[in-house]
């Protein structure tokens, strides 16, 4: 099989497993926080509130950049794919898809870079960033061919001009399409749980490994109620009002 179709090949079957990567992150985050040292913030809180403050705003992006893109885009466009592969009945060249082609992948690094990141192991951060840019690469490679067959010169002409993953405002062109709150919502609750639920697991992990005991802070259990209610919330409007819906939003 030649190099094109290989990687084409493997960038369709990582597509439909994306998914599972906050699960693989999470399994591999407890012996990173088993066998990383904590005494440098053991005794400093200030250290570790700057340090925590950091890494939510750097997750905090992530899901800016994604609700952006997500609540400027109608239901026929690029951005819409699913489990089962790529969906395209048009082309996201506006707003921020002007200033980056793949916006929902630069959301997802962010998102998850932030809580690796809040495991204060620097090896940990490097080795998820390549292993994400490895990945995430062969995805966009197989979605970047899918595109250009179907739109042709159209794909071609605005991705000579947008960056890949980097963005840029050289090009921006405003969008047409108005800001959706609603869409966002729909369907981002889930990875806002996520999240928080990312930060929850990564602290209760170092508290745990620390002092040798399992430890339930009151934070901890405020925490959790807040993530599992946001999800409890947003999912019961989804799926059992109309509240959230609208007609020419995906």
């Avoid at 951005?79 to 707003?95: F, I, P």
Wanted: proline share 2%; net charge positive; aromatic share 16%.
């Amino acid at each position: 099989m030649a190099l094109v179709h290989s990687f084409e090949s493997s960038g369709n079957k990582l597509f439909r497993y994306r998914g599972q990567i906050p699960v693989v992150l999470f399994l591999l985050a407890i012996p990173v926080v088993y066998f990383t040292n904590y005494e440098f913030i053991n005794n400093n809180d200030n250290l570790f509130y700057i340090l925590l403050i950091t890494c939510s705003l750097i997750s905090l992006s992530g899901q800016i950049i994604r609700s952006i893109a997500i609540g400027t885009s109608n239901k026929n466009t690029s951005g819409r794919n699913t489990k089962e592969g790529q969906v395209a009945e048009a082309l996201n060249t506006k707003g921020i898809y002007s200033t980056l082609r793949h916006p929902l992948y630069l959301g997802n690094y962010l998102m998850w870079i932030g809580i690796v990141a809040f495991t204060f192991n620097i090896y940990f951060i490097i080795i998820v960033s390549l292993l994400f840019w490895i990945y995430y690469e062969r995805i966009m490679y197989a979605e970047e061919r899918f595109l250009e067959r179907k739109f042709g010169d159209d794909y071609v002409n605005w991705s000579m001009k947008v960056p890949a993953f980097i963005p840029s405002c050289k090009n921006k062109v405003k969008s047409d399409i108005p800001f959706s709150l609603k869409t966002t919502l729909r369907r981002e609750y889930s990875g806002i749980t996520a999240t928080i639920l990312g930060f929850l697991f990564v602290d209760f992990l170092r508290d745990w490994f620390t002092s040798g005991e399992v430890q339930w802070k009151k934070s901890h259990l405020i925490v959790l109620i807040v993530a599992l209610g946001i999800s409890l919330v947003f999912r019961s409007l989804k799926h059992y009002t109309s509240l959230l819906s609208e007609s020419d939003r995906s």
